[in-house]
């Protein structure tokens, strides 16, 4: 009996690219804003930030914008290379003139799918933001090194602070708390990326896991108007760094778009190798949001460049049981011709 050989599917560049900008858009993102945008033509797939959904208080560069986009690229990649292909890359020039325009992905030759690829593809939806304390249980510096050196091959580099760093961190992170929940402009905008349980927004960060001690609307808005909310945030992930296994400054030796974008790229690989180790990662980017304080975070690394990105990653005592929701691929996809020009 003749068997007749096992039909081997390859997907078209439309299923390809629809499943990288499905990768995409689960980056993480400041206040899960979701700052970007695609536009599909032919085998490439352009990627552009969402001016809509700038962060203005907090973000008045669009640094963290860039950032975030850049980590969306980085999964966009992922998904190419787990579907059996090479992914080639265009970042747009900090001068292009055209502020929107971050990258081009295209969908390149045929290439073995490794199983790192699968590995760092599971790790996607897998990605949580855990901003509660972590186990005091430590992380080897083999597995730092190998996130580091992932954030290495991005343009990135990945500095992990030792104890007394950690405590001169925390001194800044509450001095940032402080100012900024001073500042009614700050409390504004961060109340309207709140999201309330049952509400039918995409976007936004779940009441119930940032650490107001409420998942009620009322009492978290309430709590938002304490003049003391500062001072208490501030000590409470003060505690959270000295506690934390491990905390890294991702920092560049530029700060124009083009390293931003590295950067966002460079967080996402440690990201998900964190997660593909077990691992849980949390954000601490208001010292960086306060330049005279971002220039004092610059002092605790040795590279000399700008820091870009503090997280702090050890394993979780409990785990995100609401996580962020998400836009769909059609909220941020759109599917142009090839005679068509960049987006606006």
Same mark, same amino acid.
């Given at each position: 009996? /003749?068997?007749?050989?096992? /039909?081997? @599917?390859?997907?078209?560049? *439309?299923? =390809?690219?629809?499943?990288?900008?499905?990768?995409?858009?689960?980056?993480?993102?400041? @206040?899960?804003? +979701?700052?970007?945008?695609?536009? %599909?033509?032919?085998?490439?797939?352009?990627?552009?930030?969402?001016?809509?959904?700038?962060?203005?208080?907090?973000?008045? +560069?669009?640094?963290? +914008?860039? +950032?975030?986009?850049?980590?969306?690229?980085?999964?966009?990649?992922?998904? &190419?290379?787990?579907?059996?292909?090479?992914?080639?890359?265009?970042?747009?020039?900090? #001068?292009?003139?055209?502020?929107?325009?971050?990258?081009?992905?295209?969908?390149?030759?045929?290439?073995?799918?490794?199983? $790192?690829?699968?590995? *760092?593809?599971?790790?996607?939806?897998?990605?949580?933001?855990?901003?509660?304390?972590?186990?005091?249980?430590?992380?080897?510096?083999?597995?730092? #090194?190998?996130?580091?050196?992932?954030?290495?091959?991005?343009?990135?580099?990945?500095?992990?602070?030792?104890?007394?760093?950690?405590?001169?961190?925390?001194?800044?992170?509450?001095?940032?708390?402080?100012?900024?929940?001073? #500042?009614?402009?700050?409390?504004?905008?961060?109340?309207?990326?709140?999201?309330?349980?049952?509400?039918?927004?995409?976007?936004?960060?779940?009441? &119930?896991?940032?650490?107001?001690?409420?998942?009620?609307?009322?009492?978290? %808005?309430?709590?938002?108007?304490?003049?003391?909310?500062? #001072?208490?945030?501030?000590? *409470?992930?003060?505690?959270?760094?000295?506690?934390?296994? =491990?905390?890294?400054?991702?920092?560049?030796?530029?700060?124009?778009?083009?390293?931003?974008?590295?950067?966002?790229?460079?967080?996402? $690989? =440690?990201?998900?190798?964190?997660?593909?180790?077990?691992?849980?990662?949390?954000?601490?980017?208001?010292?960086?949001?306060?330049?005279?304080?971002?220039?004092?975070?610059?002092?605790?690394?040795?590279?000399?460049?700008?820091?870009?990105?503090?997280?702090?990653?050890?394993?979780?005592?409990?785990? &995100? @049981?609401?996580?962020?929701?998400?836009?769909?691929?059609?909220? =941020?996809?759109?599917?142009?011709?090839?005679?068509?020009? @960049?987006?606006?």
């Amino acid at each position: 009996m /003749t068997s007749t050989p096992a /039909t081997v @599917h390859t997907p078209s560049v *439309l299923d =390809v690219l629809r499943n990288a900008v499905a990768a995409a858009v689960m980056a993480p993102s400041s @206040h899960n804003s +979701q700052p970007w945008r695609f536009r %599909m033509i032919g085998a490439e797939l352009e990627l552009f930030a969402d001016r809509r959904r700038h962060l203005a208080v907090i973000d008045a +560069q669009r640094r963290q +914008q860039v +950032q975030s986009c850049g980590c969306a690229l980085y999964n966009a990649r992922i998904a &190419v290379r787990a579907m059996g292909f090479t992914d080639e890359v265009t970042i747009a020039p900090s #001068d292009s003139g055209d502020r929107a325009y971050l990258a081009t992905l295209r969908v390149g030759a045929p290439r073995p799918i490794r199983d $790192a690829d699968r590995e *760092l593809l599971a790790a996607i939806p897998a990605r949580r933001t855990n901003r509660r304390a972590f186990l005091p249980r430590p992380v080897g510096a083999a597995e730092t #090194d190998w996130m580091a050196l992932a954030a290495a091959e991005e343009g990135a580099i990945a500095v992990r602070l030792p104890p007394d760093g950690k405590r001169a961190l925390g001194r800044l992170i509450e001095q940032a708390d402080h100012e900024q929940f001073a #500042d009614p402009a700050f409390r504004a905008e961060l109340a309207s990326w709140l999201v309330p349980f049952g509400s039918r927004r995409r976007d936004g960060i779940p009441f &119930v896991e940032k650490e107001y001690g409420s998942a009620l609307p009322f009492t978290v %808005m309430r709590a938002l108007r304490s003049p003391t909310l500062g #001072d208490e945030f501030g000590e *409470l992930e003060d505690e959270l760094v000295l506690g934390a296994p =491990v905390v890294f400054v991702l920092g560049t030796l530029g700060d124009d778009a083009s390293h931003w974008m590295s950067c966002g790229q460079a967080l996402q $690989a =440690v990201l998900l190798r964190a997660t593909a180790l077990g691992l849980s990662a949390s954000f601490l980017n208001q010292v960086l949001e306060i330049p005279a304080l971002r220039g004092q975070v610059a002092e605790l690394i040795p590279h000399g460049g700008y820091p870009q990105m503090v997280l702090r990653i050890g394993f979780a005592s409990e785990p &995100v @049981h609401h996580p962020a929701p998400r836009l769909n691929v059609d909220d =941020v996809l759109e599917v142009g011709d090839v005679t068509g020009g @960049h987006a606006t």
